[in-house]
């Protein structure tokens, strides 16, 4: 089985944000990256499937230099090949989503992972965009995924519950939290990983249809009220939310 | 010029998300001199006329038993052909799991860009400029699309669908040829915790993080819950410990929310979990350590112990409601 994912070099959630000079994104200073937190769970995924069905699994990045520090990660963990489709300028989800269809119409996966959800741009749409391009069948959201043969059966989350999704490889797959939990790499992958190449490749240039024009920090709370330190607080709560706030 | 909102509807009744986009794609229909279609798809589709209360001129409605239950690829198809039908320049879904699923999809067929997940919109010049947080929410993109054809989701809870006016739009049922091959892949079946409101959709959150010391001790949070009609929330701590499924975890690797109050019991307010839940529009902070980073985005705060303080919560909030 050949299985793609791929994969977002983001900044550690435990950043606190700032906005950089341009006042379109965020100051990269001092910043620590991490591979997207829902990607590694789809290279987790990726994994069990090669140990399952045997194959290879193929990790891509589209982005800067910077991204091979992602793709030595996933190499650790155990991807047997790393792509880096290289690129610095800025682009729109559509952007990124057509690269990364155009690597993977060569390639022709049986089977593409990826996260739910960037967490640095939160689109939620490029696995859905890329399925389309290539003219797959997809399952977003997934916890669950079971594959027999050609028959896959992905379970997605909806609002209070789940559906299944029936579908044929070649399919995409879009990965949750609760799918699996992601190995850490051991010793001697970290060791390996320094010397496996990465594949270096110039992506389809962007043609941007959405164009940021700002980037600001949320309004700043102002102040809560610490309406006391005991059940004597209670009842002076309860009137604020239904009096002041009027929320209950 | 057309706007299309495609409206979700699941056994019968439509989602107030559904409601949420139609009134705001209303808005800019009415400053844009536009009008606002409706498109609903599935089986047996009732309930259309609500739709006009909240601003729609027309309703669509593509009815097939096909259609029952979601497809990616039939219902990507169905909204496209549509969209192309009807010239509309602008599609607004609600950013739902459905919506989330259909929208890219739909940005790919009409060669459209997508501003997902937004959390305001607004008209400049005649330009739409839509607001959309990054960062779960750390900071706030202001973007515009460029497509001839344009992608809106909007974000549920944010946007508000007011009352209806009781207006009644026109309803069309329109046939859209379908094959084998448009059915890619299909949901079979579809699991509902019976009873269980999902904080993505709730109006109002108690969540629960590690300091009530063990998953015993969220019958206080679900008894709370319940007087106010709430979703029972959670900190990666306790999902990650297995006291509570991770389908109700806030935070920047849960689910991001904005229901109009959360409140958070024995939560320290760790950046990735503020990220989650800062939209909220009331936070109430309950923790014993008064220098806890939560009480930084709360608008009220206890700083005591949770386990007097829920449970007389509880008590107090039965009283307001006479139960
Ligand atoms: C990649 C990554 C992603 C993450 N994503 C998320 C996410 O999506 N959501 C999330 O929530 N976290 C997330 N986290 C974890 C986050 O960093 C915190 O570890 C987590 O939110 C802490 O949960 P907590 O507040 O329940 O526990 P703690 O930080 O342990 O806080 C417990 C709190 O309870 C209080 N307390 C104790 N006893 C009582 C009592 N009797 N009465 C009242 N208060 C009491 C304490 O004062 C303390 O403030 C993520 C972390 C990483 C690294
Ligand atoms: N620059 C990138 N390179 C490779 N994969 C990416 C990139 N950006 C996003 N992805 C993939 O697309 C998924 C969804 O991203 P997004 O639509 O931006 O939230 C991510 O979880 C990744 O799997």
Not at chain 1, 35 to 59: C, F, N, Q, W
Not at chain 1, 78 to 85: C, E, H, S, T
Not at chain 1, 153 to 178: D, S
Not at chain 2, 253 to 263: A, E, F, M, Q, R
């Given at each position: 089985?050949?299985?793609?994912?791929?994969?977002?070099?983001?900044?550690?959630?435990?950043?606190?944000?700032?906005?950089?000079?341009?006042?379109?994104?965020?100051?990269?200073?001092?910043?620590?990256?991490?591979?997207?937190?829902?990607?590694?769970?789809?290279?987790?995924?990726?994994?069990?499937?090669?140990?399952?069905?045997?194959?290879?699994?193929?990790?891509?990045?589209?982005?800067?230099?910077?991204?091979?520090?992602?793709?030595?990660?996933?190499?650790?963990?155990?991807?047997?090949?790393?792509?880096?489709?290289k690129d610095d300028s800025v682009r729109d989800s559509f952007s990124v989503a057509r690269a990364l269809a155009d690597y993977l119409k060569e390639i022709s996966p049986d089977i593409i992972l990826f996260g739910k959800q960037s967490v640095d741009s939160d689109h939620a749409a490029i696995g859905l965009m890329v399925a389309e391009m290539?003219?797959?069948?997809?399952?977003?959201?997934?916890?669950?995924?079971?594959?027999?043969?050609?028959?896959?059966?992905?379970?997605?989350?909806?609002?209070?519950?789940?559906?299944?999704?029936?579908?044929?490889?070649?399919?995409?797959?879009?990965?949750?939290?609760?799918?699996?939990?992601?190995?850490?790499?051991?010793?001697?992958g970290i060791m390996q990983a320094k010397n496996k190449p990465i594949e270096e490749r110039p992506p389809t240039p962007p043609q941007n249809k959405v164009e940021v024009l700002s980037m600001k920090k949320p309004p700043a709370k102002g102040t809560g009220k610490i309406v006391g330190s005991d059940v004597c607080a209670v009842p002076e709560l309860v009137r604020l939310l239904h009096e002041e706030a009027k929320v209950i | 010029m057309n706007i299309l909102v495609i409206a979700e509807q699941r056994d019968g009744t439509i989602k107030k998300p559904s409601f949420e986009s139609v009134k705001a794609s209303k808005a800019l229909a009415d400053q844009l001199n536009a009008n606002v279609i409706a498109l609903l798809i599935g089986e047996n589709v009732q309930s259309t006329a609500n739709l006009g209360g909240y601003g729609a001129s027309r309703v669509i409605v593509v009815e097939n038993p096909r259609l029952a239950k979601y497809s990616s690829t039939a219902f990507s198809k169905i909204a496209s052909e549509i969209a192309k039908k009807e010239n509309a320049e602008i599609i607004v879904l609600p950013a739902t799991a459905l919506g989330k699923d259909l929208a890219p999809r739909l940005a790919v067929k009409l060669d459209a860009g997508l501003a997902a997940d937004c959390t305001a919109l607004r008209i400049e010049n005649g330009t739409i400029i839509a607001t959309r947080p990054v960062y779960a929410g750390k900071a706030l993109t202001d973007i515009r699309v460029t497509s001839p054809i344009k992608i809106f989701t909007l974000r549920p809870n944010v946007f508000t669908a007011g009352e209806s006016s009781g207006a009644s739009a026109k309803v069309e049922h329109i046939e859209v040829a379908l094959t084998d091959s448009d059915f890619g892949s299909i949901v079979t079946e579809i699991t509902q915790s019976v009873g269980k409101i999902d904080v993505a959709e709730a109006d109002i959150i108690v969540s629960g993080g590690r300091g009530l010391k063990g998953p015993e001790n969220f019958k206080m949070i679900e008894e709370l819950a319940e007087a106010l009609n709430a979703a029972v929330g959670a900190s990666r701590a306790v999902v990650d410990a297995g006291w509570?499924?991770?389908?109700?975890?806030?935070?920047?690797?849960?689910?991001?929310?904005?229901?109009?109050?959360?409140?958070?019991?024995?939560?320290?307010?760790?950046v990735q979990h503020l990220a989650g839940m800062s939209s909220s529009k009331y936070i109430v902070a309950i923790n014993k350590d008064k220098e806890a980073p939560i009480f930084s985005?709360?608008?009220?705060?206890?700083?005591?112990?949770a386990f007097d303080i829920v449970p007389a919560l509880t008590q107090e909030v039965k009283k307001l409601k006479g139960k």
């Open positions: 089985m050949k299985i793609a994912v791929c994969i977002n070099h983001v900044p550690d959630t435990a950043t606190k944000v700032n906005i950089g000079p341009d006042g379109k994104s965020i100051d990269k200073a001092g910043v620590n990256f991490i591979i997207s937190p829902y990607d590694e769970i789809a290279i987790e995924e990726g994994l069990r499937l090669k140990e399952k069905h045997t194959g290879e699994v193929i990790g891509i990045s589209l982005g800067g230099d910077a991204h091979k520090e992602t793709l030595r990660k996933a190499l650790a963990m155990g991807i047997d090949k790393a792509v880096l489709l290539l003219g797959l069948p997809s399952a977003s959201v997934v916890v669950k995924l079971e594959i027999a043969e050609s028959n896959v059966t992905a379970e997605g989350e909806i609002e209070g519950g789940h559906e299944r999704v029936e579908m044929k490889l070649p399919c995409v797959i879009t990965a949750q939290k609760g799918l699996n939990e992601p190995r850490y790499p051991s010793l001697k | 509570r499924p991770h389908d109700e975890q806030v935070g920047q690797t849960g689910k991001t929310v904005s229901p109009s109050l959360y409140i958070a019991v024995a939560i320290s307010g760790a985005v709360a608008d009220y705060g206890i700083a005591g112990d």
